[in-house]
């Protein structure tokens, strides 16, 4: 309970950090929808990094949607991501790192989520300190 907590109070305060390089226009409603699949695990492994397959469900309204990040599996911190009216997508955030594995470990990393949207095909790639993950989702 108490790591939940922390947990809750370090997001807060780091929910200033983010960044993003480009701001394209946003895309509306033309790519709302529910879009599901699985998730592959491309780099990292064991514990920070959670199952290296999961499903994947991300719903999309009026253009964003929060791609569901394994903070500290199970724990999720949900990133919240614009898609361009092109079906691009990009979005770079601070999280703290509440399991440091070695001295050397930075109290915060950053995660980027990036992909693109293409017909009813949603393929996401997300990649923080130590793992690196691909999504590719389906609009039902």
């Not at 009026?62 to 724990?75: K, V």
């Not at 997508?89 to 995660?111: H, K, N, V």
Request: glycine fraction near 8%; aromatic fraction near 8%; include cysteine.
């Amino acid at each position: 309970m108490h790591r939940v907590v922390t947990s809750a109070i370090v997001l807060a305060l780091l929910g200033g950090c983010a960044a993003s390089p480009r701001l394209a226009p946003p895309a509306g409603r033309q790519f709302d929808g529910v879009y599901r699949g699985n998730t592959t695990l491309l780099r990292g492994w064991g514990f920070p990094c959670g199952d290296p397959h999961l499903p994947h469900e991300i719903t999309v309204r009026n253009g964003s949607f929060a791609y569901p990040f394994q903070l500290d599996p199970p724990l999720e911190m949900p990133v919240a991501v614009r898609i361009a009216a092109d079906g691009s997508f990009y979005r770079a955030e601070q999280y703290p790192m509440l399991e440091r594995l070695f001295p050397s470990d930075p109290p915060t990393a950053w995660i980027t989520v990036r992909g693109r949207i293409v017909g009813s095909t949603l393929d996401a790639t997300e990649k923080d300190l130590r793992c690196d993950r691909r999504s590719l989702l389906v609009r039902r």
